[in-house]
């Protein structure tokens, strides 16, 4: 047998195996499988739509009934979008933003948490459960109060004005919380045996056994400044300070709804948020695992 004919049976045998080792689908199986396509199909039919509305002409975008594909295919409204608006100033003021936010948040979270985690001191519950109480308000609430505090502050108009009152985090806290009450103590109690003080332990152990839920903590805090609307909004009527969504926002609004710049600066503004979840949806995943959302 020549080696041409000896490979060929080889694969021949190889394939036989693979499609006698493969079970046929149950019907739980399809049932799943339809179900996931199905709310899959739910989640992309929006994000085809804004795409494929974004090459319309305006007149086009705003016929009644609307279609899906466009009839004659254009930029414009991807060109109307960077003429019109400083689409480079929202982003950055965006990214500097967010990035600010995430910064303070996890260490404030993470120092919160690990104090309430491994520490006693009076007033432990009773603070504890003022912060829990953060779950339980709508930050849409304390718009007002927090708009009167950053004014008297002279802060309205400023970056701090927009990053300061982001950095409550609650829901932080706690999801970091109870990750180091999981934590074997008995790690911590050798570490300081051998003669490591308190921060030495939380840097040197704590932190690098939490970087999970570090980093899930800091994905979703980055998407929710990101993609933050209202508080921008009220802090700030100074153009060169306006956000992503602002500024979408000042552009649907300069004459009428402009559909097709709307929907293209909507995805421009959550193409960075579609890149973090692509590189990182494996912390975000470990991060939910080992916190509380996966209700341990």
């Given at each position: 047998m020549t080696t041409a004919e000896t490979t060929a049976h080889t694969a021949r045998t190889a394939s036989t195996v693979r499609s006698k080792s493969r079970k046929p689908w149950t019907t739980g199986q399809i049932v799943l499988t339809v179900i996931?396509?199905?709310?899959?199909?739910?989640?992309v039919a929006p994000i085809a739509a804004a795409l494929f509305t974004s090459f319309k002409s305006e007149a086009e975008a705003a016929e009644i009934p609307p279609h899906w594909l466009p009839e004659v295919w254009t930029v414009q409204a991807w060109k109307a979008l960077w003429e019109t608006g400083n689409v480079t100033n929202w982003f950055v003021n965006s990214l500097v933003v967010s990035v600010c936010v995430t910064s303070v948040v996890l260490a404030v979270s993470a120092l919160a948490g690990y104090g309430f985690a491994r520490t006693e001191f009076r007033g432990k519950s009773v603070l504890m459960g003022i912060v829990m109480s953060g779950l339980m308000i709508s930050p849409a609430v304390l718009g007002v109060p927090l708009f009167t505090t950053v004014q008297q502050m002279g802060m309205v108009d400023t970056y701090?004005?927009?990053?300061?009152?982001?950095?409550?985090?609650?829901?932080?806290?706690?999801?970091?919380?109870?990750?180091?009450?999981?934590i074997p103590?008995?790690?911590?109690?050798?570490?300081?045996?051998?003669?490591?003080?308190?921060?030495r332990v939380f840097f040197t152990i704590v932190v690098p056994l939490a970087r999970p839920s570090?980093?899930?903590?800091?994905?979703?805090?980055?998407?929710?400044?990101?993609?933050?609307?209202?508080?921008?909004y009220m802090v700030t009527n100074n153009p060169d300070l306006m956000t992503m969504?602002?500024?979408?926002?000042?552009?649907?609004?300069?004459?009428?709804?402009?559909?097709?710049?709307?929907m293209a600066g909507g995805l421009m503004?959550?193409?960075?948020?579609i890149v973090v979840?692509?590189?990182f949806q494996r912390q975000i995943v470990a991060g939910v695992a080992h916190t509380g959302l996966a209700g341990q």
């Open positions: 996931g396509v199905a709310v899959s199909a739910v989640f701090w004005g927009m990053i300061l009152p982001q950095c409550a985090p609650a829901a932080m806290v706690y999801i970091l919380y109870k990750f180091f009450q999981g103590r008995e790690l911590e109690e050798a570490a300081f045996i051998d003669g490591a003080g308190r921060w570090l980093a899930a903590v800091g994905i979703f805090t980055f998407i929710a400044s990101w993609n933050n609307f209202l508080w921008p969504p602002n500024g979408i926002a000042t552009v649907m609004n300069s004459y009428g709804i402009q559909w097709a710049q709307l503004a959550g193409l960075p948020l979840f692509v590189f």
